[in-house]
């Protein structure tokens, strides 16, 4: 025989198991009963021009986040695939604001990219929002992209210290091809340069990476002594890609189709250089889906469709509603090993 105390906690026990199941039910109702009668305050279940949400129950995690803040830059490459389209760059609160979102949300790894990320305030402003999501937001992995041309050795100085990864773009060893695929200014040697980034990023503590796209003038190149020599944690290659709007279209900035290779040609370079153990290949459909973009308006874009679809952005609806229009795919971003070691102080590297 059980106690009445005992009676009644088995009761209790009971009833909260059968309306956890019926709220279950019915939560989905709800929240679109709250998105009817109250539209400002509940988003839509989809917006219109932000592309079909993923259908995913679980939330999206932001853990590896690529924000090109400016779309400006000094190069002219003939593929670029984030062209100049706006000059706008948010105010430095409003993108920290954002960035602190994104942590909130999950965020690991923060990648600045852009156009030029050092463009902008002549790197001053890169730096800050580095400094801030090291020291405040004490993000494990902190990166930048860039075509190297504009680092100095005093924003090393400065801001070495909260950077992990330094991703340099280099398409070529051969300087007129450099010059062919628009990476180039003037006098200005890209491959002295590189060398120099390199030294500054040992004398700093900052681990080197390099990125090459691989096209039509320097696919049949064999980069292995110098990648040897440079010795970066990682070196990415992309398969050069086209996409709607920025490098190919009536609206595009760029038009990319020569530097158009075959999925054999790319599958040819990847072969010459397998020695290479840092070498990470991303051909085009890895390209499409498996990136988290943010644009210069904190708008995730959805590039599933060939071209670059915007979401609204992060401030105006936060991170989780955002999410849902970027096009991401996890499972993919896992598969190309988007997950790696990505701080510093993990590296083991001997400066
Ligand atoms: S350096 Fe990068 S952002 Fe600049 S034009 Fe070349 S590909 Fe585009």
């Given amino acids: 025989m059980r106690s009445l105390p005992q009676a009644l906690a ?9 309306l956890s199941a019926l709220w279950l ?26 592309g079909e949400p993923d259908g995913a129950e679980v939330p999206t995690v932001p853990t590896s986040v690529n ?26 609160e409003e993108a920290r604001r954002g960035l602190a979102m994104l942590k909130e949300a999950g965020m690991e790894k923060i990648n600045f990219s852009g156009g030029e990320p050092f463009l902008q305030e002549r790197g001053e402003f890169v730096g800050k929002l580095v400094q801030f999501c090291k020291q405040e937001l004490k993000l494990p992995s902190v990166s930048i992209v860039s075509n190297g041309s504009m680092i100095r050795e005093r924003w090393f100085k400065r801001y070495g210290e909260y950077l992990d990864i330094l991703a340099v773009s280099c398409d070529s060893f051969d300087e007129e091809v450099n010059v062919l695929i628009g990476r180039g200014q003037g006098n200005k040697n890209h491959i002295e340069n590189l060398q120099r980034l390199r030294k500054w990023c040992r004398d700093y503590a900052v681990a080197f990476k390099l990125n090459s796209v691989i096209n039509r003038f320097n696919v049949d190149e064999d980069m292995n002594e110098q990648i040897e020599a440079l010795n970066p944690v990682r070196w990415k290659v992309f398969q050069c890609l086209l996409i709607e709007g920025e490098n190919t279209g009536e609206d595009a900035l760029r038009e990319a189709e020569k530097f158009i290779i075959s999925d054999e040609d790319f599958e040819r370079f990847l072969d010459r250089h397998r020695e290479i153990s840092c070498l990470v290949p991303e051909s085009n459909q890895k390209m499409r889906d498996s990136y988290l973009i943010l644009d210069e308006y904190m708008r995730f874009l959805n590039c599933r469709n060939g071209r670059k679809e915007p979401s609204k952005s992060i401030l105006d609806v936060g ?26 102080a993990d590296m083991k590297l001997e400066w």
């Fill in 10 to 18: 088995m009761l209790f026990r009971v009833l909260q198991a059968q």
């Fill in 25 to 50: 039910c019915l939560a989905p109702f709800s929240c679109r009963l709250r998105g009817a009668l109250l539209p400002g305050r509940s988003p839509p279940l989809l917006e219109e021009g932000a």
């Fill in 67 to 92: 924000y090109h803040f400016t779309r400006q830059c000094n190069y002219r490459c003939g593929f670029c695939f984030h062209t100049a389209k706006t000059s706008f760059v948010l105010p430095l």
């Fill in 319 to 344: 991170v989780e509603h955002a999410i849902k229009f970027s096009g991401f795919d996890e499972k993919m971003f896992l598969n190309r090993g988007g997950k790696y070691v990505w701080s510093k």
